[in-house]
């Protein structure tokens, strides 16, 4: 194109090809580049964020991991958290863990794991099956269970599953060849504890690919022994009815150590039962830790001779990441392959790793201080709260339970102990019955308080059956993690000693509060058994509809207005509002009481202040119409007072000009009339007093205020609900409130000398008011009039009195 345009001669023409050459150049090349860049962002639109570009460095990423750890992405100085973590009198959040150089030795055998799966097969061989031969041999050897297999796993309950397989292989050698068809002409049953660990029956089956039919659960003891063992003799039964039946007894699973209580099965015993009847035996539970100790009690000995046993070694040493172990004797290495409890993978071998590492970095003096130390803070725990009252403690051997379970009872008068923490069925409820629900709420109120108090003390709140709700303390699965010292223990016991005057002076109090608010008209007692405090009222508003469930606008609406007006008077209680416990409907809830409250007054209180809330409410509602009817008998009067008018003063006198020289020569007195609106009677009243005497009228006496039937009169300092002192304090109390009293009708008799003085100096007289002279002439007739006693001669008063 260049040399097309050096042959055109004009040179005019020749500049404007060569100017649109360019132009054309520029379109095109910023056409190119949009195009480009739109590819670009609809390449990376579709890739996250953090993969845009070229990467990240090491230092952000952990930045990143360490913010989602604090629970929030945005960057936060560390020292800013720790500072407040310790304002807030606790760890800094991210700390979940007590993580010593044990758990950094556990952690590190995971990267290690990683690390050495790249090794070459041989290396990798050799490496991973001597980790997991000198792992299992030293468990072995420390929990006393004698060539033993392991299985690391990392689920808990994933061992059990697999023992289950294999008994299931060992039981039916068919079973690989005809798979289930076996198990449908002779139905396996799988035996668990009433007290098992909830959810497990239901992960076996899952698991295993059984129906639910397949589990028998079998009952504690409920005359002799524990509540929370096996009931052997009934488990014999189930047994044979079983075979009677058909079915293959395959399993068992007992307890070392329930997952309530901790309370241990009869092992011994039952041992010699699943021997008769060629039942797999396998124990679970948290006193198998104490086999590694010098002292074992027998029946947790007992568990060395079982079939199988899992162990959770991570929690009991504080090791964060290591996997469970199943130890488990059986001399078929094919059918332990086929169950899946051995396997040929190195990565499966590379589980035991942090294990190997963490024993070897412990050691046996470690690993049994740990143990023991766990042990000795149940049994300090134990021992200090055997001095404390109203504290009830379930365990199962004092001398050696790693378990501490407690609970805060208080006996009716005249009632069986007993009877306080058995329910008895089909019967009404009572006053033991109705204890039982209040020492629930407050046991669950007590565990809640005690976890915020003592955190180090790894406490739980749960929900016995028989016993209702109490408090555990289990150190063996806590204390290493947490690192609970002895001072804890006592600080636990503290805290406890501390919060039991509340909770015996609450539960005292809420059966005169009910009888109160049941003997108060406009209250209703609300029956709310998770409630720990005094209880539970609710105020019925005059168009409040009893037997509907739902949400009703006016009665929050009061109760809104009672609850602040309640958290006003600045007393030892607590109130707050909620929904009822089987409605919709507001209600006032009365906290725990920390002294000897009057009830009585609170709930008067209570009744009192609703009503006078409803009433103003209503008078507000009310208001609009009381004015609308107002202003329309205004307009009628206001109308007929015209007419009035019009009469009295003629037709001449409202013509413009004719009225005015009619007004002249003979004016019109009228009277002043007019009308004011009294809200308070919602009525009209006339003027005229307001007009003649130059006073504003003070109408309809507003209706009173309406107040308790009773005042108390309290001390300076003193707050609300309160009961009167005793003894001296309240003679005394009453006898300088009657002085006071005495002091003011004294002074009300006489009139004061101030009030003399200000009648003597008054330089305003009304009409019809004596002179100085004629008022002390009269005065002084009316006083010997009245006190003849005068005529005698009297001493003179000081100066001071004058």
């Given at each position: 194109m260049?040399a097309s345009?050096?042959?055109?001669a004009d040179?005019t023409?020749?500049e404007?090809g060569?100017?649109?050459k360019?132009?054309?150049?520029m379109?095109?090349d910023s056409q ?6 739109n ?5 990376s ?20 991991v360490?913010n ?9 100085p560390?020292s800013?958290?720790i500072a407040t973590?310790?304002?807030?009198g606790?760890?800094p ?9 044990q ?9 290690l ?7 070459d097969?041989?290396r990798?061989?050799?490496?991973t ?7 299992t ?8 269970y004698?060539n ?5 796993h ?10 289950c397989r294999?008994?299931?292989?060992s039981r ?7 798979g289930f068809?076996?198990l449908?002409n ?7 504890s009433?007290?098992a660990?909830?959810?497990l ?28 063992q096996m009931?052997?003799a009934?488990?014999e039964?189930?047994?044979?009815e079983d075979?009677?039946q058909g079915?293959?007894?395959l399993?068992?699973?007992?307890n070392?150590?329930t997952a ?5 099965d009869?092992?011994?015993r039952?041992?010699e039962?699943?021997?008769?009847y060629?039942i797999?035996?396998?124990?679970e539970g ?6 590694a100790?010098g002292y ?9 001779k ?13 090791l964060?990441?290591v996997?469970?172990v199943t130890?488990?004797?059986?001399d078929?290495?094919?059918?332990t392959?086929?169950?899946g409890?051995?396997?040929?993978k ?15 970095y412990l ?11 766990a042990?000795?803070?149940s049994?300090r ?5 055997k001095?404390?009252?109203h504290?009830k403690i379930?365990?199962?051997d004092?001398l ?12 009716l008068?005249?009632s069986?102990p ?5 329910p008895v069925?089909n019967?009404?409820?009572?006053a033991v019955g109705r204890e039982?629900?209040?020492?629930d ?6 565990g ?5 108090l ?6 739980t ?6 016993e209702?709700t109490?408090?555990?303390f289990?150190p063996?699965?806590t204390?290493a993690v ?6 804890d223990v006592d ?8 919060k039991?005057?509340v909770l ?6 809420r ?8 003997g108060?008209?406009?209250l209703?007692?609300?029956d ?5 405090g ?9 168009n409040?509809?009893k037997s509907?469930l739902k949400l009703d606008?006016?009665?929050e609406?009061?109760?809104?207005g009672?609850l602040?007006?309640?958290?006003e008077?600045e ?5 707050k509002?909620g929904p009822e ?12 009481a ?6 009585s ?10 009503r ?8 507000l ?7 609308r009817?107002?202003?329309?008998e205004?307009?009628?009067q206001l109308?007929?007072?015209n007419?009035e008018?019009?009469?009295e003063?003629?037709?001449l006198?409202?013509i413009?000009v004719?009225g005015?020289v009619l007004?002249?020569?003979?004016p ?6 007019g ?6 009677a919602?009525?009209?009243e ?6 003649v005497?130059k006073?504003?009228?003070t109408?309809?006496?507003?209706p009173?205020t309406?107040s ?17 002192l005793?003894g001296?304090d309240a ?7 009657s002085h ?11 009139g004061?000398?101030?009030?003399d003085a200000l ?5 305003e007289?009304?009409?019809?008011t004596p002179t100085?002279q ?6 002084a ?5 009245q006190?003849?006693e005068?005529?005698?001669p ?5 100066e001071?009195?004058?």
């Amino acid at each position: 194109m260049d040399a097309s345009l050096e042959k055109i001669a004009d040179p005019t023409l020749a500049e404007m090809g060569k100017n649109l050459k360019e132009a054309m150049k520029m379109l095109e090349d910023s056409q190119r580049r949009t195009e480009e860049e739109n590819g670009k962002k609809l390449i990376s639109g579709d890739i996250p964020g953090p993969l845009q570009g070229s990467g990240q460095d090491m230092v952000s990423i952990l930045q990143l991991v360490q913010n989602l750890m604090h629970g929030d992405e945005d960057e936060e100085p560390q020292s800013a958290r720790i500072a407040t973590a310790e304002l807030m009198g606790g760890r800094p959040r991210c700390l979940i863990q007590n993580i010593g150089e044990q758990g950094h030795i556990a952690l590190l055998g995971h990267s290690l794991g990683a690390y050495i799966s790249t090794l070459d097969k041989e290396r990798l061989r050799k490496l991973t099956t001597r980790i997991l031969s000198d792992t299992t041999l030293w468990l072995c050897r420390i929990f006393r269970y004698e060539n033993g297999c392991a299985y690391f796993h990392e689920e808990e309950r994933e061992g059990l599953a697999k023992i289950c397989r294999l008994a299931i292989h060992s039981r039916y050698e068919d079973f690989v060849v005809d798979g289930f068809n076996v198990l449908y002409n002779k139905k396996p049953v799988i035996y668990l504890s009433a007290a098992a660990m909830p959810g497990l029956g239901q992960y076996l089956c899952n698991q295993l690919g059984l129906p639910f039919p397949c589990l028998c659960r079998v009952p504690c003891n409920t005359m002799f022994g524990s509540q929370h063992q096996m009931d052997v003799a009934f488990l014999e039964k189930l047994i044979k009815e079983d075979i009677e039946q058909g079915k293959l007894p395959l399993l068992l699973v007992a307890n070392a150590g329930t997952a309530a209580v901790g309370h241990t099965d009869k092992i011994g015993r039952l041992k010699e039962l699943c021997e008769q009847y060629e039942i797999w035996l396998h124990v679970e539970g948290v006193n198998l830790a104490t086999l590694a100790l010098g002292y074992v009690s027998s029946s947790v000995l007992a568990a060395t001779k079982c079939d199988s046993m899992t162990l959770t070694p991570g929690p009991w040493l504080g090791l964060p990441a290591v996997p469970a172990v199943t130890l488990y004797k059986h001399d078929d290495p094919a059918l332990t392959l086929v169950a899946g409890l051995t396997s040929n993978k190195p990565a499966d071998k590379l589980r035991a790793l942090p294990l190997w590492l963490s024993l070897q970095y412990l050691g046996l003096d470690g690993i049994v201080e740990r143990i023991k130390h766990a042990c000795q803070l149940s049994q300090r725990l134990q021992e200090s709260l055997k001095k404390v009252n109203h504290i009830k403690i379930l365990v199962e051997d004092e001398l050696s339970s790693p378990v501490v379970v407690f609970r805060f009872f208080q006996e009716l008068p005249g009632s069986d102990p007993v009877l306080n923490a058995v329910p008895v069925p089909n019967m009404a409820p009572s006053a033991v019955g109705r204890e039982r629900h209040s020492c629930d709420a407050l046991n669950r109120w007590l565990g809640e308080q005690l976890k915020e108090l003592v955190p180090t003390s790894g406490l739980t709140v749960m929900d016995l059956e028989v016993e209702g709700t109490c408090v555990r303390f289990s150190p063996l699965m806590t204390a290493a993690v947490l690192g609970t010292r002895g001072e804890d223990v006592d600080q636990l016991v503290a805290c406890i000693q501390n919060k039991l005057p509340v909770l015996t002076c609450t539960l005292q109090l809420r059966e005169e509060f009910k009888q109160e608010v049941t003997g108060t008209t406009g209250l209703l007692y609300v029956d709310d058994p998770n409630w720990p405090g005094i209880g539970v009222v609710r105020y019925e508003h005059a168009n409040d509809d009893k037997s509907s469930l739902k949400l009703d606008p006016e009665g929050e609406k009061i109760h809104a207005g009672l609850l602040k007006k309640l958290n006003e008077l600045e007393s030892d209680l607590t109130f707050k509002m909620g929904p009822e416990y089987k409605s919709m409907k507001s209600c006032i809830y009365v906290g725990m009481a920390s002294d000897d409250i009057d009830v009585s007054e609170l709930v008067e209180t209570i009744a009192v202040t609703a009503r006078e809330i409803e009433e103003n409410s209503r008078l507000l509602e009310n208001m609009t119409e009381v004015v609308r009817k107002g202003i329309q008998e205004a307009q009628v009067q206001l109308q007929k007072a015209n007419e009035e008018r019009l009469l009295e003063e003629g037709v001449l006198r409202q013509i413009p000009v004719v009225g005015s020289v009619l007004n002249w020569f003979s004016p019109v007195q009228a009277s002043q009339k007019g009308r004011s609106f009294n809200l308070t009677a919602g009525s009209l009243e006339s003027t005229e007093h307001t007009y003649v005497y130059k006073v504003q009228g003070t109408g309809v006496t507003p209706p009173q205020t309406p107040s308790g039937t009773r005042t108390k009169q309290r001390l300076p300092g003193q707050k609300p609900f309160k009961r009167s002192l005793r003894g001296s304090d309240a003679q005394s109390e009453t006898s300088s409130v009657s002085h006071i009293e005495d002091l003011e009708k004294m002074e009300h008799l006489s009139g004061g000398p101030e009030q003399d003085a200000l009648e003597a100096n008054s330089p305003e007289q009304h009409p019809g008011t004596p002179t100085p002279q004629e008022g002390e002439q009269t005065g002084a007739l009316q006083n010997r009039a009245q006190r003849p006693e005068d005529d005698h001669p009297q001493v003179e008063e000081p100066e001071s009195l004058r």
